[in-house]
């Protein structure tokens, strides 16, 4: 599975942005679907993630801020990040998970949201 962000940027505290990401097969069959991010010097974190069934997890810090969503026709997930912070800021990747005899994960490349104070 190939999977390709978009959508980060530069943005003021408080305002929104929209991360996509394009996976290259069929996202039906793909057990977990979700978005990490990487600060500077700190270790990659889940941000949320949705499995096939539609439940959700967020990470504490952007519950009521952040929703994911995923589009299987399309073959996209999403994040909208609403009320953003400067502690948001870091590289955004999107992960796919299969689970079959084994466990599978496949990343993106990322993308840099920035939000300035």
């Known amino acids: 599975v190939q999977l390709v962000e978009s959508g980060g940027g530069l943005v003021q505290a408080g305002g929104s942005l929209r991360l996509s990401c394009a996976a290259s097969r069929n996202i039906f069959s793909i057990n977990v679907m979700g978005w990490y991010r990487q600060a500077p010097g700190k270790q990659r974190e889940l941000v949320a993630n949705?499995?096939?069934?539609?439940?959700?997890n967020y990470a504490d810090s952007v519950k009521g801020r952040f929703t994911i969503s995923r589009d299987n026709a399309k073959n996209m997930v999403y994040l909208q990040m609403d009320s953003l912070k400067p502690e948001d800021t870091a590289v955004y990747y999107c992960n796919a998970r299969v689970v079959s005899t084994s466990e599978y994960n496949y990343w993106g490349q990322g993308t840099q949201v920035t939000v300035s104070s």
């Open positions: 949705m499995n096939s069934g539609g439940s959700t």
